[in-house]
């Protein structure tokens, strides 16, 4: 079947061909406005790059705004060590990658660092995360509520270089020069402890044209994460932190990588598009109405069909459509180029939340079932961990659950 005619009988969409053609018209004679209506202004200082402090209660790069590089890495524990539990290594390794946040943070080399002039004042966060493997009670660590791996989705086609792991660093930052220094740098320190097991790249458009924090987009043109709770309110506390036990102020974390199929998807109509996703592609507002930040209406009806399909992504993940769960989810496009010119492209997807299986594998079930973008992405990469709380001066990472 064609993919496009079978997503518009699937919608029930009709006529969209005209209708996709007039909204497009439109958004062009919208956005040319919006540009002659925008005065063009300096970059605003506080847009520029700055050093992010490493300390506090909880680890500074979850709630951080996205920044334009994004290098997630998976590392395995040296076989040796995972078989005899061996807690003081584990401990010694977050102790010298503590040392190293500390300095990269800042702006300045790692101790032995060959380069220490790659290092810059970049916003730079590195999160770090255990994997299934090495909590529970086989290591003293209890795991936090309803930590545990993601049961298989019939639409997943996991390969192993993309998934599990035992110790992630998540690394995030304004270039990526720095961001890739750091990533070497904490790879090469683990050395004794660890070995890479996979490393995955991307890169996000976080702020508009004067620096301002802005949704960004996927390689969809979506406007993606509009309706994330907001870091500092009462709504992102309890959806994302840890607030009892030792991993208090901690969170979960799931790594998607989600190839996305673009051939077939820039078959469709743009009307077609934004059926799928039930969200205008300019703004990213509900189809139902309002801006980018207004919630969706699912009753809404029009000529006796809903307004947002039935298998639309914004009905089918939306809180009411899922027991009130949420999650905070960020993304980083991604395109690997092979020595022939051909290129997969896709979204790391990062999902945060305090209860994995309580609040994440709900949603993705969910999704799973039918969610329209299912028929042009595909997760080929999955992986789960545990983020520690947070450090302050003088301790360590994971001194909660190690000391």
Same mark, same amino acid.
Not at 269 to 276: D, G, L, M
């Given at each position: 079947?064609?993919?496009? /005619?079978?997503?518009?009988? /699937?919608?029930?969409?009709?006529?969209?061909?005209?209708?996709?053609?007039?909204?497009?018209?439109?958004?062009?004679?919208?956005?040319?406005? *919006? +540009?002659?209506?925008?005065?063009?202004?300096?970059?605003?200082?506080?847009? /520029?790059?700055?050093?992010?402090?490493?300390?506090?209660?909880?680890?500074?790069?979850?709630?951080?705004?996205? $920044?334009?590089? $994004?290098?997630?890495?998976?590392?395995?524990?040296?076989?040796?060590?995972?078989?005899?539990?061996?807690?003081?290594?584990?401990?010694?390794?977050?102790?010298?990658?503590?040392?190293?946040?500390?300095?990269?943070?800042?702006?300045?080399?790692?101790?032995?660092?060959?380069?220490?002039?790659?290092?810059?004042?970049?916003?730079?966060?590195?999160?770090?995360?255990?994997?299934?493997?090495?909590?529970?009670?086989? @290591?003293?660590?209890?795991?936090?509520?309803?930590?545990?791996?993601?049961?298989?989705?019939?639409?997943?086609?996991?390969?192993?270089? @993309?998934?599990?792991?035992?110790?992630?660093?998540?690394?995030?930052?304004?270039?990526?020069?720095?961001?890739?220094?750091?990533?070497?740098? /904490?790879? *090469?320190?683990?050395?004794?402890?660890?070995?890479?097991?996979?490393?995955?790249?991307?890169?996000?458009?976080?702020?508009?044209?004067?620096?301002?924090?802005?949704?960004?987009?996927?390689?969809?043109?979506?406007?993606?994460?509009?309706?994330?709770?907001?870091?500092?309110?009462?709504?992102?506390?309890?959806?994302?932190?840890?607030?009892?036990?030792?991993?208090?102020?901690?969170?979960?974390?799931?790594?998607?990588?989600?190839?996305?199929?673009?051939?077939?998807?820039?078959?469709? $109509?743009?009307?077609?598009?934004?059926?799928?996703?039930?969200?205008?592609?300019?703004?990213?507002?509900?189809?139902?109405?309002?801006?980018?930040?207004?919630?969706?209406?699912?009753?809404?009806?029009?000529?006796?069909?809903?307004?947002?399909?039935?298998?639309?992504?914004?009905?089918?993940?939306?809180?009411?459509?899922?027991?009130?769960?949420?999650?905070?989810?960020?993304?980083?496009?991604?395109?690997?180029?092979?020595?022939?010119?051909?290129?997969?492209?896709?979204?790391?997807?990062?999902?945060?939340?305090?209860?994995?299986?309580?609040?994440?594998?709900?949603?993705?079930?969910?999704?799973?079932?039918?969610?329209?973008?299912?028929? @042009?992405?595909?997760?080929?990469?999955?992986?789960?961990?545990?983020?520690?709380?947070?450090?302050?001066?003088?301790? @360590?990472?994971?001194?909660?659950? +190690?000391?």
């Amino acid at each position: 079947m064609n993919p496009s /005619l079978g997503r518009r009988r /699937l919608l029930g969409y009709v006529g969209t061909a005209v209708a996709g053609a007039a909204a497009g018209a439109g958004a062009g004679v919208v956005g040319a406005q *919006a +540009l002659e209506e925008t005065p063009a202004k300096p970059a605003r200082s506080e847009a /520029l790059p700055r050093v992010v402090s490493p300390y506090g209660v909880h680890q500074p790069g979850v709630a951080a705004h996205p $920044t334009a590089v $994004t290098e997630v890495v998976a590392l395995d524990l040296r076989p040796e060590l995972k078989r005899s539990r061996d807690r003081e290594s584990l401990a010694r390794l977050m102790r010298v990658w503590t040392g190293d946040v500390e300095s990269l943070a800042a702006g300045r080399g790692t101790p032995g660092d060959t380069a220490p002039w790659l290092a810059a004042v970049a916003d730079l966060t590195v999160t770090v995360g255990l994997g299934p493997g090495l909590v529970g009670e086989e @290591w003293g660590i209890a795991a936090p509520d309803g930590f545990a791996r993601v049961p298989a989705m019939k639409h997943d086609r996991l390969q192993e270089e @993309w998934t599990g792991g035992d110790l992630l660093l998540l690394v995030c930052g304004a270039d990526a020069t720095t961001v890739g220094h750091a990533v070497r740098r /904490l790879v *090469a320190d683990a050395r004794p402890f660890a070995t890479l097991r996979w490393r995955q790249q991307g890169a996000w458009r976080g702020r508009d044209e004067q620096g301002r924090p802005q949704t960004g987009r996927n390689l969809f043109g979506q406007v993606d994460g509009s309706a994330n709770p907001k870091p500092g309110t009462d709504l992102f506390d309890t959806t994302v932190w840890i607030d009892r036990g030792p991993w208090a102020g901690g969170t979960t974390l799931v790594v998607r990588r989600i190839r996305m199929d673009l051939p077939t998807w820039d078959e469709l $109509t743009r009307a077609e598009q934004e059926e799928s996703v039930g969200r205008r592609l300019d703004d990213g507002a509900p189809l139902t109405g309002g801006t980018e930040l207004s919630d969706v209406d699912l009753a809404a009806r029009k000529d006796g069909r809903w307004v947002i399909a039935e298998e639309a992504h914004a009905r089918r993940t939306h809180p009411s459509t899922n027991g009130g769960r949420r999650l905070f989810r960020k993304g980083a496009n991604y395109e690997l180029v092979g020595a022939g010119g051909e290129s997969e492209t896709g979204l790391i997807f990062q999902s945060f939340q305090r209860n994995l299986t309580g609040q994440f594998v709900p949603i993705q079930q969910m999704m799973d079932a039918a969610d329209a973008l299912n028929e @042009w992405t595909t997760a080929v990469g999955s992986a789960e961990f545990a983020i520690l709380p947070g450090f302050g001066e003088g301790e @360590w990472l994971g001194h909660q659950l +190690l000391a």
